[in-house]
């Protein structure tokens, strides 16, 4: 059994498919969000769309964080984790704007007292402040908080986007095929939109991250932080305090100074929405299909494939510092780190190579790395193959 | 400290209210849910509403009486609840159809498989299903289901709705004024469109009427169940277990043949919306406010007035059998218990008197007992008086 699986996390889900595959899918069977008719205004020419996502168990690590240091503004990134995981989403289905947004959070309140719910709260609607100033517009409709400390343990922060959007402006991912190039877009970094670097940990694999990473210390003093009846071999088994310093623990070029573990592994999701916009506007004929890669990191794209097609990845970005120590920690194979972690890019886009070029160069106006880091081939079958220093990855 | 605060439940959800007090309030300041400009389709004459609620603690009940009993259905239960509990708050702002639904599940792969999720995602489907044939259009656009163990114990079960409304058929409470009078509606028995008796329990105070029900027994066997730090006095303090019959334990009149303690609590949350379809298409003018009787119980009215006023609810109904085991278990006072459940009504309508009885006999054609509770009349400050057997309870 793999780390994953022993504690109780699976990046396929392949049970949640499972439970829902009686129900409707929607308009368009590979888009990366499920798209319905426009219930909502009854016009045939637009669609709705509702999708939930949420911090996971990044939740546990601002916890940590806050009750190691005291500071309690650590919240206001799981706020944006919470948006940015909802918002990336509905980007590669080709929305960019006018979202309404609702938060459901779930705590215990023996130990969230509402000084983090304010964090939170606030720090969603400052998030969307934010965005506004570049354009994007996230309408903050309310929300349900609810005390149910025997259920959770800590907090679990999610939140519910719902869209309406004219149906010719979709990307369906229909259009991927043979000959597309793929346009990766990177994780980490700084962005021009953002205020300081950027691990590209994004909200997924979190789980792992924590547990692979941290020091026993943390399960001894902070019971509360995981399931009970989890092994301890697999229970914060990692070299690091969050406040170690990078400079004193790893050999790597560090990335920006001053960066503790803590900062880096808590490093708010980045949202893609400042470029997916202007991608949107201006090259939306273009893009033929577009992945968020959460769960299920690089294999991610295979759900969405509309026809056979051999996706290969032969120019993927040297991993960001956060997945190489993750990896070190852990010692877990590359080809699971590739199916759980992003491992240097969150956004692809498949389009043609003259279109990827503009892409590129657009990206790098906002600060954002981007390449081409593979291409869709003719095929009989789904393939993935991924090329990871000198070995292929083939799932 | 009362047994509700020891429990790390808040009843008024004070610190919520502070954590939120920066937000926008909507258009309606005085409205059951916040109503916010048509963003989503720019019509001037429409509004936009998105609400999040969930079943709380209740999936605890539905996991112990699985696990006892080895009946998966039970969960279905549970998607009602959740649903359920999102449409009759949007009644109350005159909403009664063409909702979209989306899911928010966080579940603990450890303890909750693949075939829970399936009765929870197919329930929900079946349970939209049944209110489509009675004229009630929700659409299941789907939601997320997280592998969250280290944050949730069991699972977490929510959802979110959003719609669009015409501005001129809102309830938004501005209405209400002295000299209405407030109908109740039945919480519990058995509706024209229910299949079982209905408790009337809803799905407030449940983490109360669990701990006040169920025996020690569960503490022992079932730790997941909650919050670790909590003193054993207030946990599962109670006489029964699930499978209890309840004319072996209870000297009250029984409701209905065959009813089992866990089959009592565990009675899906009633939605009033076949009824308040009918209301609202044929009273609407008359319908002054309307309030769903659920965190807060019988004082959640106050929250909702517009202006000083003395609400007098001196004709209550005689709490249904559910309430009355449960506060005989916990000894709690009737101003507590007044306070959590909704003790025998779970929506009101403040109307004329005229009207009242025209809603009373809609009512009574749906088999949901109904009477006029009390009325508003005119104060120099918001203030409830209930009355309850001989005695008058003052908030």
């Not at 309406?164 to 979709?170: E, Q, V």
């Not at 991250?209 to 092994?231: F, I, V, W």
């Amino acid at each position: 059994m793999d780390l994953y699986s022993q504690r109780g996390v699976s990046a396929q889900k392949e049970d949640v498919h499972l439970a829902i595959q009686k129900l409707d899918k929607g308009l368009y069977e590979n888009a990366f969000c499920k798209i319905c008719p426009d219930f909502i205004a009854g016009d045939d020419s637009w669609v709705n769309i509702m999708h939930a996502d949420g911090a996971g168990t990044k939740s546990i690590l601002a916890y940590l964080y806050w009750k190691e240091t005291g500071d309690i503004s650590v919240w206001k990134g799981i706020a944006q984790d919470a948006v940015a995981m909802n918002l990336d989403d509905l980007l590669c289905a080709g929305i960019y704007d006018n979202f309404l947004f609702s938060s459901t959070i779930d705590r215990n309140k023996k130990l969230i007292p509402g000084e983090v719910l304010e964090q939170i709260i606030n720090g969603t609607q400052d998030f969307f402040d934010e965005l506004k100033k570049m354009g994007i517009h996230i309408h903050y409709l309310g929300g349900e908080t609810a005390d149910v400390g025997d259920v959770v343990r800590t907090i679990a922060v999610n939140g519910t986007m719902a869209v309406r959007w004219p149906k010719n402006k979709i990307i369906t991912n229909e259009k991927i095929k043979e000959g597309n190039v793929i346009v990766g877009f990177a994780s980490d970094g700084k962005a021009s939109f953002e205020t300081a670097y950027n691990s590209g940990i994004g909200s997924n694999g979190l789980t792992n991250a924590r547990h692979d990473m941290l020091q026993k210390y943390y399960s001894e003093k902070y019971p509360e932080t995981y399931e009970p009846s989890l092994n301890q071999e697999v229970v914060y088994v990692g070299k690091y305090k969050l406040n170690d310093e990078l400079n004193t623990v790893s050999r790597n070029e560090i990335p920006a100074p001053g960066l503790t573990i803590g900062k880096l592994i808590l490093s708010p999701t980045r949202t893609y929405v400042p470029l997916m916009k202007i991608l949107l506007e201006e090259y939306f004929d273009k893009i033929n299909g577009a992945v968020h890669c959460s769960g299920g990191g690089q294999t991610k794209c295979m759900k969405y494939l509309p026809k056979p097609l051999k996706i290969v990845k032969n120019n993927l970005f040297e991993p960001p510092l956060i997945f190489k120590l993750i990896q070190e920690n852990s010692g877990v194979a590359d080809k699971e780190m590739y199916q759980v972690f992003n491992m240097g890019h969150r956004l692809e886009i498949f389009t043609d190579e003259i279109s990827a070029a503009k892409m590129i160069a657009i990206a790098g106006q906002l600060n954002i790395a981007a390449k081409i880091i593979g291409r869709a081939e003719e095929s009989g079958k789904k393939e993935l193959h991924l090329k990871v220093g000198e070995k292929w990855l083939v799932y």
